[in-house]
């Protein structure tokens, strides 16, 4: 299974990474940039993409909607960070 975590909160991604390697996870790609990531998902054929929806540049919503659009097989979980300060 191909993963992909995009995040631009390095802490985030890193812990999210972590799991699931541990859960044997093991082709996981971690990119702290929206527009990495976006590059990343032209590229690759992901099975599922975890997307932080704020990313300055290019946000994680922005990378679903390609996702989306361009009939990708990915599945695609956002999160959202209400209340944190950027």
């Known amino acids: 299974m191909k993963i992909l975590i995009a995040d631009d909160e390095e802490p985030t991604a890193t812990i999210l990474k972590n799991f699931l390697s541990a859960k044997g996870y093991g082709d996981v790609d971690v990119f702290f940039s929206g527009t990495e990531a976006m590059e990343a998902v032209k590229g690759k054929n992901?099975?599922?993409?975890?997307?932080?929806a704020h990313m300055p540049n290019v946000s994680g919503t922005e990378i679903a909607r390609h996702i989306k659009e361009n009939h990708l097989k990915a599945k695609v979980v956002t999160k959202e960070n209400y209340g944190a300060e950027r």
């Open 46 to 52: 992901y099975d599922i993409a975890f997307l932080d």
